[in-house]
Nanobody, 115 residues
Framework: QVQLVESGGGLVQPGGSLRLSCAASGSLSSINAMGWYRQAPGNLRDVVAVISSGGSTSYVDSVKGRFTISRDSANNTVYLQMNSLKPEDTAVYYC?????????WGQGTQVTVSS
């Protein structure tokens, strides 16, 4: 089993920044890629950014150049640095871990971008 705990969400003005953290614990040797997803009201949960065990990263087009995903293997933590935030970035952000036979999810953290 793997447990994921997100933190760092909140209210920020357009153009501002936030850094989300995802602390992982449990059977971490089974984990391959980790990522961040988000779900806005009335929408499906969509991928935002993914980082592989080797450090390769990928992003949805709408956040390229603004968001950065990184991984601190020593502390079993994945980060999402979000800059130049827009109102359309408002959503619940979920941490995800790809295990050998299933995916794991955190409880989510709310990000609200509003003036």
């Amino acid at each position: 089993q793997v447990q994921l705990v997100e933190s760092g969400g909140g209210l920020v003005q357009p153009g501002g920044s936030l850094r989300l953290s995802c602390a992982a614990s449990g059977s971490l040797s089974s984990i391959n890629a980790m990522g961040w997803y988000r779900q806005a009201p009335g929408n499906l949960r969509d991928v935002v950014a993914v980082i592989s065990s080797g450090g390769s990263t990928s992003y949805v087009d709408s956040v390229k150049g603004r968001f950065t995903i990184s991984r601190d293997s020593a502390n079993n933590t994945v980060y999402l640095q979000m800059n130049s935030l827009k109102p359309e970035d408002t959503a619940v952000y979920y941490c995800n871990a790809e295990g050998r036979s299933r995916y794991y999810w955190g409880q989510g953290t709310q990000v609200t971008v509003s003036s």
